[in-house]
């Protein structure tokens, strides 16, 4: 009969014979979260009822073979840990009723954007994506946008229609990523772009470029701000 399950701070004995994989199932569950757990093969189970997810742990490419679970979901918030590896290359699941995308996750690396999109190709009815910028290291790859022209595929992104980016410092690959959307997403109208309080750029400079981007949408509106601890 559970409905919700929060799972955070959680850690499991080590064995030097591995850890014994143990499996979250739970058939009527809505609502679950997980949170600040080592990734110590979990996994998950059909969970037909499920409405909301976050998952914000760290994982390896094994969890890819089991999010076939959350195939039912309607909202999901993912976080994508820095590292040199796609760790959703081989995602084969899709999510058909998903229609809201939470990401923590950076844009300026190339292995962190390459799983962006390993996500995006599967979510053919995502209406609301919203991106928290989150880039830990100083050394990014550059994500031009010839690379993320290449990921294009007709259908995607076709039903978006607001996005928001958040924490960005405007760097080149950030911009590239908006400037692809902007320019692919034929139903958006909103694009919320709310730059880093250090961001080293002025306002006026990042909304001058923001400006010149052309827009796949005759609807699209681009909003900006810039945060602050007030």
């Known amino acids: 009969m ?4 929060s799972l955070m ?3 499991l004995p080590y064995s030097d014979a591995g850890n014994d994989h143990w499996v979250i199932q739970a058939p009527k569950l809505r609502f679950f979260h997980i949170a600040d ?4 093969g979990w996994m998950i189970g059909d969970l037909p009822s499920l409405e909301g997810v976050r998952i914000e742990c760290p994982y390896d490419q094994d969890f890819v073979k089991h999010m076939a679970g ?3 979901v309607r909202s999901l ?3 994508i840990e820095e590292g040199d590896d796609n760790i ?4 084969s699941c899709t999510f058909n009723d998903l229609k809201s995308l939470s990401l923590d996750t950076s844009l300026s690396l190339l292995s962190s954007v390459l799983s962006v999109f390993c996500l995006l190709r599967n979510v053919p009815k995502l209406e609301d994506l919203y991106i928290e910028v989150n880039d830990l290291s100083s050394e990014n790859d550059e994500v031009d946008i010839d690379f993320l022209n290449a990921q294009w595929t007709g259908d995607l992104l076709s039903k978006l229609i607001c996005v928001n980016v958040v924490g960005m410092t405007c760097t080149l690959s950030e ?6 959307v902007l320019s692919k997403a034929r139903r958006l109208e909103e694009f919320h772009v709310c730059i880093d309080e250090d961001c080293s750029k002025s306002n006026e400079a990042v909304v001058t470029e923001l400006v010149k981007y052309r827009r796949a949408s005759p609807r699209a509106k681009v909003f900006f ?4 601890d007030g």
């Open 70 to 72: 959350l195939a039912w």
């Open 225 to 228: 701000e810039r945060m602050s």
């Open 77 to 79: 918030h993912l976080q």
């Open 175 to 180: 911009m590239n990523f908006i400037k692809f």
């Open 37 to 40: 757990i080592f990734y110590y």
């Open 88 to 91: 959703l290359e081989g995602l």
């Open 2 to 5: 559970l409905e919700a399950l």
């Open 9 to 11: 701070l959680l850690r």
